[in-house]
Nanobody
Framework: QVQLVESGGGLVQAGGSLRLSCVAS????????LGWFRQAPGKEREFVAR????????VIPDSAKRRFSVSRDNVQNIMYLQMNNLEVDDTAIYYC?????????????????WGPGTRVTVSS
């Protein structure tokens, strides 16, 4: 059974950067679609990024596209979320997730594998 674990969260000042990692254990990413979501206190889980095995299948919402980028290493089975120019509103728990190949992957309910999350706190 593949398990996902995120790391790289922490406390950062507004304008700073963080790189989150998602590592697969017990298996490989294979051709799975991978995603990043975040959930702030009192809010619903929000789509952040989606990447297929082929990087051409990368999608990031327009609201984050200028600051966030996603990548994956299919040999090391690691996915990254690079976050630059962080804002206070980026404060949340960030989750990585995996689902079947070719799934659109924009909604949390499309994913069946989830990591426990890593907390990102951006201070003003």
């Amino acid at each position: 059974q593949v398990q996902l674990v995120e790391s790289g969260g922490g406390l950062v000042q507004a304008g700073g950067s963080l790189r989150l990692s998602c590592v697969a254990s017990g298996g490989t990413f294979g051709s799975r679609v991978l995603g990043w979501f975040r959930q702030a206190p009192g809010k619903e889980r929000e789509f952040v990024a989606r990447i297929g095995r082929n990087p051409a299948g990368t999608v990031i919402p327009d609201s984050a596209k200028r600051r966030f980028s996603v990548s994956r290493d299919n040999v090391q089975n690691i996915m990254y979320l690079q976050m630059n120019n962080l804002e206070v509103d980026d404060t949340a728990i960030y989750y990585c997730a995996a689902t079947a190949p070719l799934v659109a992957g924009f909604r949390a309910r499309e994913y069946e594998l989830w990591g426990p999350g890593t907390r990102v706190t951006v201070s003003s």
